[in-house]
Every structure is written in structure tokens, then in C-alpha cells.
């Protein structure tokens, strides 16, 4: 049965702190006893108004985390068989573990009580407006008895685990390539890939690494559930052209130095391409990230577990295709502004490295941007 919120009289909010075990699939999953306060006093029974006080329900333990998505976990326990007959709702407290590094300013997040009847272990929890991506939280819970006037007798709290949710998987992603695919607009010609960066980058890419650029981990930029940040290894290229030239532009937020490389030394039949993620940074302008790897490749492989795969030569963001004689062609799209992540080492040998004309526009820098979470357009009905 999907769980409730609990009603108004039946919440309070309880401190809680907790101590590091592991849990498969890269989840993490901890525990610790109840030391001092609801539901983190296991002594202490709840002093709520309009709940009882009954000893003799029994307390769940060895809590089990499992089936985690970035949206939902399946949750179960061991108890007693006394009075387990007696057991008519489950309560479970679930948070948000606090983040050191959270804005002080920001309102805290109010804690979830749901209430679930007690149907048969283990339960699925779910809900996008309390869980939200790759984020951990902490969940205990009680047994309790409904009277015949409403109000409840409830056992003691059980120990508190911590679990964190899971990224976005192909489905949610195929969504937001989706709604991506809605605004994309018309096609536009390209024939290169550039990077910009300062100088000193390309200076120090000559002297340290033999004049190859190499991989770096994404940032994490974009949707908080994206699988890609913080883990993908890759090279930031952009395409966008102008419209009236069709040329690259002559302003970057990145740096006033370019390194130019031919569309088909990245892009051509031996890669696959994969939708990353559609965002917003709370202005007009819609990003797709898209990721351009060599087939067979680390990323290639990386990808083909968590990515959608698009055709080369038929989607709304990036094609290439070739003409009667043999030459590539290719194109963008218009109304979005793709960032291309290209996952195995690039010479500077197979391009140029020139000074632009134009401005170095910070503004418009998505180095570790977040993700508008109130766009209708780059959002989907699950945690952000």
C-alpha cells in the first residue's frame, strides 16, 4: 500500500545521528542505536498528543534497505511475534541527512512521517515530492495499534539507517530526452568542434601531457539525478554556430583561446552517441549534454549501461550522415545549446589552437551550474 503523510497530530520532528555500513549496488546504508530523542531515544516513547503509549508492540530491527531508485526503496524488518497481531499501521520517520555544505540561508527540509497500513514485508516506499536523487536520508520506524477512537498505541523507535537514493535510469532519462526533443528547433549545419580555455590550459596540455588533451570527470552541472556527473570521464566540445555565419561564435565563457578539430575526426560511424541530460540555469537558454563515444571504448561502455543510445543519423540534437559522394555531413540543433562530452584522449596534432576576437562571457559559464527545479520544460515527475 502507497504510504500517507501522517496526520498533523501525529507529527514531531526527532534528532537523529547514525555511523557507516555498506549495502549492495553502490548504495550506501548505515545504522546505529537509538542515543536520546523521538525516534533516536529508544527508551523514550513518543509524547505526541492523540498517541497512546503501549510497550508491548513489538520493535522493528534489523532493518533491510533494498530496490533503491532515485525515487523510491523498498523497506523491511524483523520483530517479535508478540502482539504482532495486534499491529493495524507501520510509522516511518525518513530525512534528509544533513549536508554541511547547505546553504545556511535556505529553508530547512521538513521532514517526512508517513503512515502505511500494515500490509505484508517488505514495502515500497515512493513519492518524487519527499525523495529526491542521489541524495541520503535516514528512515526509522515504528509498529502501531489503531484504537477504536483514532488514536494509536506505538511501539519504541528502531534504530535509524541511512541509505542514499539511486540516479536516473534510462527511463527517466528517455523522458527528458523527450521533452528535450520538443524545443530542439530546426537543424543547422556545423563542420567543427571546439574548446575554449585559457592559454596556460593549452600551455600546460603541451608541456604535461605530450599535447593530448585527457578525459577529466564531469562536473556536476545539470540534473541532480544525471548518472554522468561526477562520474563520466570526458572532453567538453561545443558545436553551436551562429546563425547568420555559421561559424562557431567569436564570444566563450571558457576562454579566448580555441582549439578548432574537423566534425569526423569525433564524430563518424565508429562512435556511438548518447543523451546525457536536458537543464536550465534559471534564464531562457536550454542545455543538452550529449556524449560522443568510440565504439567499444571505457565510455562507450560506461554509456551503454546507463545512457539512451540515439541514431547517428536520425535525432533531434546532433547528426551525421554521408552524401551520395562520401562526404560527412553534419548538423546541430538550433534552439538548444549543446555541451558534447567526447570520451577518450584528443592530440592537439588533429586540430588548431587560435586566439578568438570576441569577449570571454562568464555569465554564461555552466561549470557546475544547478539545475533550475521549477522549469516545466527540463522537468520530469520525479526527484530533481
Not at 497512546?52 to 523510491?72: F, G, R
Not at 541524495?135 to 539507517?161: F, L
Not at 599535447?211 to 556536476?220: G, T
Not at 587560435?354 to 527540463?378: F, R, W, Y
Request: with cysteine; glycine share 6%.
Amino acid at each position: 500500500m502507497m504510504p500517507s503523510t501522517l496526520k498533523e497530530k501525529e507529527l514531531k520532528t526527532w534528532g537523529r545521528t547514525s555511523s557507516l555500513a555498506k549495502v549492495g549496488r553502490g548504495n550506501t546504508v548505515k545504522t546505529k542505536q537509538q542515543q536520546g530523542g523521538d525516534p533516536g531515544q529508544a527508551g523514550n516513547k513518543s509524547q505526541d498528543s492523540g498517541i497512546a503509549e503501549m510497550e508491548e508492540l513489538p520493535v522493528p530491527h534489523n532493518i533491510k534497505i533494498s530496490n533503491i531508485t532515485c525515487d523510491s526503496f523498498k523497506i523491511s524488518w524483523d520483530m517479535d511475534s508478540k502482539a504482532k497481531e495486534r499491529i493495524t499501521h507501520y510509522f516511518i520517520d525518513l530525512n534528509k541527512k544533513e549536508n554541511k555544505n547547505s546553504n545556511k540561508f535556505k529553508h530547512k527540509d521538513v521532514p517526512t512521517k508517513l503512515v502505511a497500513k500494515a500490509v505484508p514485508l517488505p514495502m515500497t516506499v515512493r513519492g518524487h515530492w519527499f525523495l529526491s536523487p542521489r541524495t541520503e536520508y535516514t528512515v526509522a520506524v515504528q509498529t502501531a495499534s489503531k484504537q477504536v477512537d483514532g488514536d494509536y498505541t506505538v511501539s519504541e523507535w528502531s534504530e535509524i539507517i541511512e541509505f542514499c537514493t539511486a540516479d536516473y535510469s534510462k527511463v527517466h532519462l528517455t523522458q527528458l530526452l523527450e521533452k528535450a526533443e520538443v524545443i530542439a528547433g530546426r537543424m543547422l549545419k556545423f563542420s567543427v568542434f571546439y574548446r575554449n580555455q585559457h592559454k596556460e590550459y593549452f600551455d600546460y596540455i603541451r608541456e604535461q601531457h605530450g599535447s593530448v588533451l585527457q578525459p577529466s570527470v564531469k562536473d556536476n552541472s545539470g540534473s541532480h539525478g544525471s548518472p554522468i556527473s561526477g562520474k563520466l570521464e570526458g572532453i567538453f566540445f561545443s558545436c553551436h554556430t551562429e546563425f547568420n555565419t555559421g561559424k562557431p561564435p567569436q564570444d566563450s565563457p571558457y576562454g579566448r583561446y580555441r582549439f578548432d578539430i574537423t566534425a569526423e575526426k569525433l564524430f563518424n560511424p565508429n562512435t556511438n552517441l548518447y543523451f546525457g541530460d536536458f537543464y536550465c540555469m534559471y534564464t531562457a537558454y536550454h542545455y543538452v549534454i550529449l556524449v560522443l563515444a568510440p565504439v567499444g571504448s571505457l565510455g562507450d561502455e560506461f554509456c551503454k549501461q546507463r545512457l539512451p543510445q540515439l541514431n547517428l543519423q536520425d535525432n533531434k540534437f546532433l547528426t551525421c550522415t554521408e552524401e551520395e559522394d562520401g562526404v560527412m555531413v553534419y548538423h546541430h540543433a538550433q534552439d538548444v545549446i549543446l555541451e558534447v562530452i567526447y570520451t577518450d584522449p584528443v592530440s592537439l596534432s588533429l586540430g588548431t589552437v587560435a586566439e578568438i576576437t570576441g569577449h570571454q562571457l562568464m555569465s554564461l559559464s555552466t561549470a557546475n551550474a544547478k539545475k533550475d527545479p521549477s522549469c516545466k520544460t527540463c522537468n520530469i515527475s520525479v526527484g530533481r
